[in-house]
């Protein structure tokens, strides 16, 4: 759902030009639709466990992955200019 707006953001600064560009791309994309999975799935839960118990383990680790690439992706901005 928030890949295209994300997308269009990429394309329209030449973000791939950069190195860990496309790994930061699609981990964060990969934590938005994590997470709205997530609030998809916080409407219909039967107790707030099972929610956390989601969120920690499926959004986590996408996020995890995420600030990870798109850190690694700063810096080589930042060393550029």
Do not use: P, Q
Not at 46 to 63: C, H, I, K, N, P
């Amino acid at each position: 759902m928030y890949y295209d707006y994300l997308n269009a953001f990429w394309v329209g600064y030449s973000m791939s030009n950069y190195n860990y560009a496309t790994e930061c791309l699609e981990n964060y994309s990969l934590f938005m639709d994590s997470f709205h999975l997530w609030y998809l799935t916080s409407t219909r839960r039967r107790t707030y466990t099972e929610l956390w118990d989601l969120f920690f383990t499926v959004a986590g680790t996408d996020f995890n992955e995420a600030w990870y690439k798109c850190y690694l992706y700063y810096d080589d901005i930042s060393t550029t200019y």
